[in-house]
């Protein structure tokens, strides 16, 4: 397994968020992590990337131990992250923003740019003065040009208009045919299922369900997913 996450718990302060959570991603396999509101995505995300280091539990990456792993050195083993809200620096261009986060690797700024054309059109402008899409595809971008064994999106398409959306998930379908390995959360089933190759749920902070999209049946979507 490329990610091996293990009965990891996680806490903000006293309350604990996460009671449990095993998931893992294999080389080139992409993985859904779903849930209702509340129930751990983000959480367990945060966990993974030692942002909100986990109390108890392990998280592997190719086989090493990440704990006491500062984030940054998480990200320089190979995690790559988009996290919710698509964070850049607003006051950098879009070039800026991409070559900062370079490292080196297959994806350059020729690949990010022929897999998002909107960014090459807007190479000069500030971040800030992009739309909510093309700042989603710059936070990817980012990720990218770090040259990441794995991808982690947070709400990929979250907020953003359908045309828009479907760029997002042209681009990961893209990812994912080139053999990128990702863990992707979004709320809009119908555009995440096709895409993955396997699903887990969160419950509760708590692993309730892992499969394959097919087996994932209404009656689950219902008792896990519905609101
Ligand atoms: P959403 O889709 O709403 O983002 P999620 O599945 O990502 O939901 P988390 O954000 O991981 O869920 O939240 C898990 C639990 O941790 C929730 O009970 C939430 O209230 C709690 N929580 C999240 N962030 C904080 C925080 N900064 N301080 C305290 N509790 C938090």
Excluded at 3 to 8: A, C, E, H, M, N
Excluded at 39 to 51: D, E, P, V
Excluded at 115 to 133: C, I, N
Aim: aromatic letters at 4%.
């Amino acid at each position: 397994m490329l990610l091996d996450v293990s009965k990891i718990e996680a806490f903000y302060g006293a309350s604990q968020a996460l009671f449990g959570v095993d998931l893992s991603v294999a080389e080139g396999e992409v993985v859904a992590l779903m849930g209702r509101n509340g129930m751990g995505k983000t959480t367990t995300i945060r966990a993974i990337c030692n942002l909100n280091p986990p109390r108890a539990g392990a998280v592997r990456l190719g086989g090493e131990d990440l704990k006491g792993r500062r984030p940054h050195h998480v990200a320089k083993l190979g995690i790559g992250l988009v996290p919710e809200g698509r964070r850049c620096f607003p006051n950098l261009t879009v070039y800026e923003n991409l070559v900062a986060a370079a490292r080196p690797g297959q994806w350059t700024l020729d690949r990010v740019n022929e897999l998002f054309p909107r960014l090459k059109e807007r190479q000069t402008q500030m971040a800030r003065s992009l739309s909510g899409g093309e700042q989603q595809m710059l936070a990817i971008g980012r990720a990218l040009m770090t040259n990441p064994r794995l991808l982690i999106l947070d709400e990929a398409t979250e907020g953003l208009a359908p045309v828009i959306r479907q760029d997002i998930w042209k681009a990961i379908r893209r990812l994912k045919a080139d053999g990128l390995s990702i863990l992707v959360v979004d709320k809009t089933l119908s555009e995440l299922l096709p895409v993955a190759d396997r699903g887990i749920i969160l419950e509760n902070g708590r692993s309730a369900w892992s499969g394959k999209p097919a087996d994932l049946t209404m009656e689950l979507q219902d008792r896990y997913l519905g609101v």
